[in-house]
């Protein structure tokens, strides 16, 4: 026969599930307060009932509430480490929502301290991942604005700045840092990119050949003289910068060729066509 304590414990036992069904069918239902209400019952009960704080960090995920999910989630995993469900949530949970948890607390930062800002950079980068290029223009710029020394912000803003068409205010920016980083690779390939994009086909060669010289080994370097240099008319140069950009990373250059129209003058050129012999270029 059970001892009174340990009778307790099950009927608490028996009572939690209860409360666990009640939010389920509530969180089905979409009444979202009243499930939180019924699970955080059914954890009250049995603080050590792993699916009440899974079921409890969903509806919390649903309600944009992400830390407090966050919480439950791993709570869940600490009861049950085991659980395949439970590591698959959390999996699917992060997946989802990392980059809004992320921005969240970049605000909550922000909204703390203003003048922060490395906050502000990584709260763009956020917004770029989501597509959001004009929040992320925004907070570059506040950046900029808050340190005018810092390259790396001054060098994102340029980046989101091409990635809408901006390409004057982007050369502007480039070139001040590549003024201040003579060997920045990455800033003279977005140069080249913002000059090309407006015909400036000469200056869009000069920045691409900086970045080539700094950093021989840059596929985009070479990947991007070859689109220009086809795109200029000039073949030769054009097929002898492929082929160094395709002995560097051959599979992402070739997928990179396939949708480029700048090679449309070249893809009947039969030294063009033999670098690609096997592929659907």
């Not at 009778?7 to 307060?33: M, T, V, Y």
């Not at 970049?106 to 290029?133: M, Q, S, T």
């Not at 250059?253 to 700048?262: E, F, N, P």
Request: charged letters at 30%.
């Amino acid at each position: 026969m059970a001892s009174e304590d340990e009778g307790d414990r099950i009927r608490r036992q028996i009572e939690s599930d209860q409360f666990n069904a009640r939010g389920i069918e509530a969180a089905d239902r979409k009444w979202l307060d009243e499930a939180v209400r019924a699970f955080r019952r059914a954890i009250e009960l049995d603080p050590d009932s792993a699916h009440a704080h899974d079921n409890l960090a969903t509806v919390y995920s649903e309600q944009g509430q992400y830390l407090l999910a966050l919480k439950e989630y791993l709570e869940a995993i600490r009861l049950e480490p085991d659980s395949p469900t439970a590591h698959y949530n959390l999996a699917c949970f992060l997946s989802a929502q990392a980059h809004e948890m992320a921005v969240e607390e970049y605000l909550a930062a922000i909204k703390l301290e203003y003048d922060y800002p490395d906050a502000h950079v990584n709260l763009g980068l956020c917004y770029v991942d989501r597509g959001e290029h004009d929040k992320a223009i925004a907070e570059f710029r506040i950046a900029c604005e808050l340190d005018p020394v810092d390259l790396g912000a001054r060098q994102e803003l340029a980046a989101s700045l091409i990635d809408v068409g901006e390409f004057a205010e982007a050369i502007r920016h480039l070139k001040d840092v590549l003024k201040a980083d003579t060997q920045n690779a990455d800033a003279a390939i977005d140069l080249g990119i913002a000059y090309s994009a407006q015909g400036f086909y000469a200056e869009a060669e000069r920045a691409f050949q900086v970045a080539h010289q700094a950093d021989p080994e840059e596929v985009l370097a070479a990947y991007h003289l070859a689109a220009l240099y086809a795109a200029w008319g000039r073949a030769p140069e054009a097929i002898e910068m492929l082929e160094r950009a395709l002995t560097i990373e051959p599979d992402r250059v070739r997928t990179w060729v396939d949708s480029d129209r700048m090679f449309d003058g070249l893809r009947q050129d039969p030294t063009f066509l033999n670098l690609f012999r096997g592929t659907s270029t």
